[in-house]
């Protein structure tokens, strides 16, 4: 018994270092990960090998895919690309699995040693950081040794042994048990390494020990379509198909193994080596049979998952991924993509105010205010979210975006409440009343509601890319919007004193509408303060200090200082 639990023991240690050697590289190169993906996946060859690197980094391509799909819903990049960068994805995941076969035993204890120590004394930095990878790396090595250890008087035990003995040679049973402990360890890497030391201390057959690695391919696979079931389904194409690919790999294997074993035999007469050089020419074959078939694949995808008929039903939020709180920079991606999706509800309120006011169509009217209900539903989901990322694995870059994203949720909640204000009064003060703006005041009301719209598209830009330019440009049009709001009210207080009819029965919603359309632009214009913030072009105050009184203008200058 005491054996059984060192052997579980050593197993979870295992998977526990493959968790904290992941988590540490996406949160001190999340960003840089991101961009090289990005970037690499002009071509699907270059996607590819940037699945390979960014695999062998993070040693996991279940972390590599999630990526992947975020890119997607973002329609950053394309499905057959994304299906290449799988495929090295899987490729990277083998080769890290061949590097840590080897016998690095004194390796282990220098790196958790180096590792705390680096981590103890600079928890903040990159360097801490690194530190806790290294932790992770020895940990890793450390628990192969204590696998080692635990199965040896397993395997003598008798009882064991004909447990081992009367098992049914299936590949396919092989194989779902393979899957089964892949999906539970949450990591097909750590499963193959524990499949290949058991068939060096004689727990496992070598036959038994391959089903079990095609297995863990499969589970692998399947995990990562089991945490993205609940995203889009753009996203959700990628782990489908890489899914697909693994599938049909495997199956043209299971005839083939008996040739593969002997074939292993005569590369390496050690079984450890053959399970592990197994699980590599599985990954890289599919990778050679399947990268010319990627275009090929993401139209049978396409014809098998077609894009729904987009309807009020649509289930949202759909880009806060739970399993994505790990690593906080893909979180706050998620949270940022569903606060773009918010934002996009806000515009089609916005849009639809003037169409409201022209048409009187009060169903349209009632449409738009409903939608608000959505507005704060995200803003809720989002909110939470947020909440849920831990403040303390942020870097200063990530907590500054992190605090972006939750200022713009909650101006786009804000401005959904505003314009449900505006559509109940135009019902209430216009349409119920049946009355009718001036040519002149509609003209207005169009005219800053047309610059309204031009604004929030400008801020949802610079909420996404963060350019210092757009955001300075934003700025400088709420001065203008201010004073484009000064000259309508003055020009609405002229009609009135010339007794024009119109002006005078909608006198009250006229001056309501361009100061909640003043305060629309407030809050959408607000998102440019921290990114001019963070750049240093924001100036302390806005009062000039020619109008300060002395004691006043002192206190400033040392406040400045």
């Given amino acids: 018994m005491v054996h059984l639990l060192n052997l579980f023991a050593a197993i979870a240690l295992l998977v526990w270092g ?58 950053l990049v394309t499905l057959p690309a994304a299906l290449a960068v799988m495929l090295g994805a899987d490729v990277g995941s083998a080769a890290m699995t061949v590097v840590f076969s080897f016998d690095l035993s004194w390796l282990s204890p220098l790196l958790i040693f180096g590792g705390v120590v680096a981590f103890i004394s600079r928890e903040k930095t990159t360097f801490g950081q690194l530190g806790r990878v290294a932790i992770g790396l020895g940990l890793i090595l450390l628990s192969l040794q204590l696998i080692v250890a635990a199965t040896r008087p397993l395997v003598e035990s008798p009882a064991v042994r004909v447990l081992l003995e009367a098992l049914p040679q299936d590949v396919m049973l092989d194989m779902l048990v393979g899957a089964l402990l892949a999906v539970a360890a949450y990591s097909s890497l750590a499963i193959v390494l524990l499949v290949a030391t058991l068939a060096v201390s ?114 949202r939020p759909r880009h806060l991924d739970p399993s994505a709180l790990t690593t906080p920079s893909l979180a706050i991606s998620c949270a940022a993509r569903e606060a773009l999706y918010q934002a996009d509800v806000v515009e089609t309120m916005l849009r639809g105010i003037v169409p409201v006011l022209r048409s009187n169509d009060l169903a349209l009217a009632e449409q738009l205010r409903q939608m608000d209900d959505t507005v704060d539903e995200l803003y809720t989901s989002i909110k939470l979210y947020l909440t849920q990322i831990s403040r303390q694995a942020l870097s200063e870059r990530e907590g500054r975006r992190w605090t972006d994203v939750m200022s713009f949720t909650i101006n786009m909640e804000q401005i959904g409440d505003i314009i449900e204000r505006v559509l109940q009064d135009i019902e209430d003060k216009k349409i119920r009343p049946n009355r009718r703006l001036s040519d002149a005041g509609m003209g207005e009301i169009c005219h800053l509601h047309e610059r309204l719209v031009a604004n929030l598209r400008l801020a949802m830009s610079v909420f996404l890319d963060g350019h210092v330019r757009d955001a300075r440009k934003l700025l400088e049009e709420k001065a203008r919007f201010r004073d484009l709001q000064h000259e309508y009210a003055a ?63 002192d206190l400033q200058k040392l406040g400045d200082s």
């Fill in 18 to 75: 493959t968790q904290i050697v992941r988590t540490g590289i996406l949160r001190v190169f999340g960003e840089s990960l991101r961009h090289v993906l990005a970037v690499g996946m002009r071509t699907r060859v270059q996607a590819m090998l940037a699945g390979i690197g960014v695999t062998s980094l993070v040693q996991s391509a279940t972390a590599t895919c999630l990526i992947a799909t975020s890119f997607l819903g973002r329609a």
């Fill in 202 to 315: 004689g727990a496992v057959t070598v036959p038994i020990a391959l089903g079990l690695v095609l297995g863990a391919n499969l589970g692998s696979a399947l995990l990562a379509v089991m945490l993205t079931s609940k995203s889009a389904l753009v996203e959700r194409r990628l782990p489908i198909g890489n899914l697909l690919f693994k599938l049909v790999g495997a199956l043209c294997a299971i005839p083939l193994l008996p040739v593969a074993q002997d074939a292993l035999r005569l590369v390496s007469h050690q079984v450890h080596q053959q399970v592990v050089l197994f699980h590599l020419l599985f990954n890289i074959v599919l990778t050679l049979v399947f990268i010319g078939l990627t275009g090929v694949a993401a139209k049978l995808l396409l014809k098998l998952l077609p894009e729904p008929r987009v309807g009020a039903t649509a289930q």
């Fill in 491 to 553: 020009s609405h207080i002229a009609r009135l004193q010339d007794n024009t009819p119109q002006s005078i029965e909608t006198s009250s919603l006229h001056l309501d509408l361009i100061s909640d359309l003043k305060r629309i632009n407030s809050h959408i214009c607000s998102i440019a303060y921290p990114i001019l913030e963070s750049a240093g072009a924001l100036t302390a105050t806005r009062i000039r200090a020619s109008v300060l009184t002395p004691g006043e203008s």
